[in-house]
């Protein structure tokens, strides 16, 4: 399993927890966070002990998405050659996997740390948390299936305003819009994720893994998403668009 000091993984009795650990970064994710959350999810595809997942990103954030300097890099990257990404077999993992995954978002939820939440089944946000998905501001497009999960959650009109436009959402507009089954005062996401996967570890595990099943899209039809998602957001990353967006975020921390 590749491991990173940027991510922990730690098994609770019957729950994983994935925990992204790069807080002087806000949590962005590299490669080799999301190859070592791959190999997590991956991990215990077969391994009967684990009941249940849960993504978190500690105290006072979840995650700012994809770290930028790989966009600049993969955007200014020659167009035969682009960079392989990692990224991708994480969103290949998310749809893949059968088993129960709850998320704890305390803080700051943005891009890929928003848009893997429709691949979970119980979110809990403290009250300190904030959702964006700003891929129109980086001249980008939405990745992780969100083109297809948003919509059927929330609305095709919310998913607009949030993928389209770039508006954010707190915790409680999160609630209202369907994605966040529970708002716990901030710091407390944690606590509250580990008592929900402890409850549905208690459940029936065949039962729950076919139920679960039932109620999403198939993995084929999640990853025929991504893929065209995915290619979209390649070609978009070399875009004059996005490529000064990336410089742009890099040169505004030096002003
Ligand atoms: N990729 C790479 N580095 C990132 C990052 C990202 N997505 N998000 C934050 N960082 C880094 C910053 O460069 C900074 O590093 P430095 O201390 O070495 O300069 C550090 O994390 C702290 O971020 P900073 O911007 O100083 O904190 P802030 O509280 O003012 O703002 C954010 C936090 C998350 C709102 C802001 O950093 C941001 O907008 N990040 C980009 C988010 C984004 O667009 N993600 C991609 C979505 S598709």
């Not at 807080?23 to 490669?31: C, E, M, V």
């Given at each position: 399993m590749p491991t990173t000091d940027h991510l922990t993984v730690t098994d609770n009795e019957a729950t994983r927890v994935i925990?992204?650990?790069?807080?002087?970064?806000?949590?962005?994710?590299?490669?080799?966070?999301?190859?070592?959350?791959?190999?997590?999810?991956?991990?215990?595809?077969d391994n009967a002990a684990i009941r249940c997942l849960v993504l978190t990103g500690g105290k006072g954030v979840f995650t700012a998405g994809n770290d930028?300097?790989?966009?600049?890099?993969?955007?200014?990257?020659?167009?035969?050659?682009?960079?392989?990404?990692?990224?991708?077999?994480?969103?290949?993992?998310?749809?893949?996997?059968?088993?129960?995954?709850v998320a704890a978002v305390d803080g700051i939820a943005i891009g890929v740390g928003t848009t893997m939440l429709f691949q979970c089944d119980y979110v809990?946000?403290?009250?300190?948390?904030?959702?964006?998905?700003?891929?129109?501001?980086?001249?980008?497009?939405?990745?992780?299936?969100?083109?297809?999960l948003m919509p059927r959650a929330?609305?095709?009109?919310?998913?607009?305003?949030?993928?389209?436009?770039?508006?954010?959402?707190?915790?409680?507009?999160?609630?209202?819009?369907?994605?966040?089954?529970?708002?716990?005062?901030?710091?407390?996401?944690?606590t509250e994720a580990l008592k929900v996967a402890r409850e549905i570890s208690a459940l029936p595990a065949e039962a729950v893994a076919i139920s679960r099943k039932l109620l999403k899209p198939s993995p084929e039809e999640l990853i025929e998403r991504i893929n065209h998602e995915s290619a979209l957001f390649g070609e978009r990353m070399r875009s004059e668009e996005a490529v000064n967006a990336f410089k742009a975020f890099f040169a505004r921390k030096k002003a």
């Open positions: 925990a992204f650990n790069r807080p002087d970064k806000k949590n962005a994710l590299t490669q080799d966070m999301y190859r070592a959350t791959t190999d997590a999810i991956n991990g215990a595809q930028l300097e790989d966009f600049l890099k993969g955007g200014t990257a020659s167009a035969d050659k682009p960079r392989p990404s990692a990224a991708l077999g994480f969103l290949h993992a998310l749809a893949r996997n059968t088993k129960p995954l809990v946000a403290s009250s300190g948390a904030r959702f964006s998905t700003p891929f129109i501001h980086l001249g980008l497009v939405p990745e992780g299936a969100s083109s297809l929330i609305g095709h009109q919310r998913a607009f305003a949030t993928l389209v436009m770039g508006r954010s959402l707190n915790a409680e507009e999160g609630r209202e819009a369907g994605f966040v089954n529970t708002v716990v005062p901030a710091g407390e996401a944690d």
